[in-house]
């Protein structure tokens, strides 16, 4: 997948995205940080990202396995700790922190509903923000 990333004077970045930069998207920063808020910011697209990455991941493991499954609700907060946050909560911690809630709607056993919350940690977003990633500066 690629992304473009054009930033002019104010922080509001135009974004272009896809395999043939199809997809037109904002990001901005909040008025109280000097934006416009004129869209998400970074972290809120990374945020995005994984709830969207989660709930279609979820979604296809329904369709392929046959669960009647209504809706997913992806809950997602990404933050970075602040220094004195980072400092307390030890030395091994990652300066980031993300929190994600899944709500899934319905017919479906317990077991079923249980497989579908491992199944979540698998979407390829998961997986990047978990094993990492080989970052190329070209």
């Known amino acids: 997948m690629k992304a473009i990333a054009t930033i002019g004077t104010t922080f509001r970045t135009d974004l272009k995205v896809g395999a043939g930069l199809e997809h037109s998207l904002v990001s901005d920063e909040p008025k109280e940080d000097g934006g416009e808020n004129a869209g ?7 945020a995005a990202a994984l709830g969207a990455c989660t709930a279609a991941t979820l979604r296809s493991y ?3 396995k046959g669960i009647k499954l209504d809706s997913v609700t992806v809950e997602v907060d990404a933050s970075r700790r602040k220094p ?3 400092a307390a909560a030890g030395e091994e911690a990652k300066a980031t922190v993300v929190t994600k809630k899944i709500t899934l709607q319905g017919d479906m056993t317990e077991e079923q509903r249980a497989r579908m919350l491992e199944i979540a940690e698998k979407c390829p977003v998961n997986k990047a923000l978990i094993q990492g990633v080989d970052l190329i500066h070209e």
């Open 40 to 46: 998400p910011t970074a972290m809120g697209l990374l």
């Open 62 to 64: 329904a369709n392929h």
């Open 84 to 86: 004195s946050e980072q």
